[in-house]
T-cell receptor, first 113, second 115 residues
C-alpha cells in the first residue's frame, strides 16, 4: 500500500500566485488533516475533514481553503500565496477519531518568494 | 484546551548512554499520547502510543515511554542511544473523548547522539 501520498513534494511560488496541494490515501480512512510545520513551532493544524464532503477549520486556517470531494483525497489550496505561507505541509489520515495514531505523508515543501 | 510542552529544544547524548526526551501535556479529557520521529526531509514516523493500560509503553527501535498521570508527563526513553537515533522527536496528545481525532503537537526536540 502507498499509504498517504502528497503531491507535489516541492514547489516555488511568487507572491500572489495560487496552487493546490493534493493528498491521497488508500487506507479507506474517514478523517484527514492538513498541518504545517515551521521551525520551532511544531505542527499546527490548518484544516481537517471528518468524512467525504466535510471540512472544518483548524488553528491556522487563514489564507487556505480545502475540499474533500472524494473520500480518498483532501486538497489544500492557496488562492493568493504570501511569503508567510512558506512552510512544509503535511497531510495525515486516520480511520476514526479514536483508532490510534495518525498516518502521515512525506510532506510538501512550499517556498513563496 | 489541549497542549503539549517539550521543554528541551535539543538533547545531546553520547552513543551507548541512556537518553530521555521530555514531554508534559494538558488535556481536558482522557489523554491519548503519542511519540513521532522525523528524519531530515521526511515525514513523521510513529514510534509509540499510550491509550490505556500499562503505564510503560514499548515502541519501535527500542524506545519506550512512561505515562505519569500525576505529573502529566510522557517522557521518551531508550536505554542505549545509537547515532542513528539522531532526529527530531515530537510528542502529541489527543483528548480521548473528542470526536475530531486531531493531535496537538509539541514544538519538537532535536536529539543528537554523537559517536
Amino acid at each position: 500500500n502507498a499509504g498517504v501520498t502528497q503531491t507535489p513534494k516541492f514547489r516555488v511560488l511568487k507572491t500572489g500566485q495560487s496552487m493546490t496541494l493534493l493528498c491521497a490515501q488508500d487506507m479507506n480512512h474517514e478523517y484527514m488533516y492538513w498541518y504545517r510545520q515551521d521551525p520551532g513551532m511544531g505542527l499546527r493544524l490548518i484544516h481537517y475533514s471528518v468524512g467525504e464532503g466535510t471540512t472544518a477549520k483548524g488553528e491556522v486556517p487563514d489564507g487556505y481553503n480545502v475540499s474533500r470531494l472524494k473520500k480518498q483525497n483532501f486538497l489544500l489550496g492557496l488562492e493568493s500565496a504570501a511569503p508567510s505561507q512558506t512552510s512544509v505541509y503535511f497531510c495525515a489520515s486516520i480511520f476514526g477519531p479514536n483508532t490510534g495514531e495518525l498516518f502521515f505523508g512525506e510532506g510538501s515543501r512550499l517556498t513563496v518568494l | 484546551a489541549q497542549s503539549v510542552a517539550q521543554p528541551e529544544d535539543q538533547v545531546n547524548v553520547a552513543e551507548g548512554n541512556p537518553l530521555t526526551v521530555k514531554c508534559t501535556y494538558s488535556v481536558s479529557g482522557n489523554p491519548y499520547l503519542f511519540w513521532y520521529v522525523q528524519y531530515p526531509n521526511r515525514g513523521l514516523q510513529f514510534l509509540l502510543k499510550y491509550i490505556t493500560g500499562d503505564n510503560l509503553v514499548k515502541g519501535s527501535y527500542g524506545f519506550e515511554a512512561e505515562f505519569n498521570k500525576s505529573q502529566t508527563s510522557f517522557h521518551l526513553k531508550k536505554p542505549s542511544a545509537l547515532v542513528s537515533d539522531s532526529a527530531l522527536y515530537f510528542c502529541a496528545v489527543r483528548d480521548g473523548g473528542s470526536t475530531l481525532g486531531r493531535l496537538y503537537f509539541g514544538r519538537g526536540t532535536q536529539l543528537t547522539v554523537w559517536p
